[in-house]
């Protein structure tokens, strides 16, 4: 599960972002972008669709829609709308969240993978 900070380090070609893409790519591990994540990611970025396309569109990226029952589940939940996305959908299929913000998880009971901002 790739949140939105994550997100804007694939547009920074992060190496260790890349090497989980290349991953993703060959088979060996799933990356997942909830798609409240995207929109916060894209209202930090502002690229084109274009610009979108080598990650959304790569073999092992799959986008998860905000489902009604999701957006039910949520709703009371403290924090940003992006980030108990992105923690329901990590619970609901047991993944991690692979961030660069991880002050955003503090009190959710949630795998992390730390990325941090320029290389690690």
């Not at 990650?55 to 980030?83: K, N, Q, Y």
């Not at 993978?113 to 320029?118: A, D, T």
């Amino acid at each position: 599960m790739v949140d939105a900070s994550a997100m804007v380090a694939f547009f920074d070609a992060h190496p260790r972002l890349m090497a989980l893409l290349d991953q993703a790519d060959a088979g060996r591990l799933n990356l997942l972008l909830p798609t409240t994540a995207i929109a916060d990611a894209q209202a930090h970025i502002g690229v084109s669709l274009d610009g979108w396309h080598a990650l959304l569109f790569s073999p092992g990226v799959r986008s998860l829609p905000l489902t009604e029952h999701a957006a039910i589940d949520v709703g009371g939940w403290p924090g940003d709308l992006a980030t108990r996305h992105t923690v329901h959908e990590a619970q609901a299929l047991r993944a991690a969240v692979v961030t660069c913000e991880p002050a955003r998880y503090r009190g959710f009971d949630v795998s992390l993978l730390v990325i941090r901002p320029g290389g690690n």
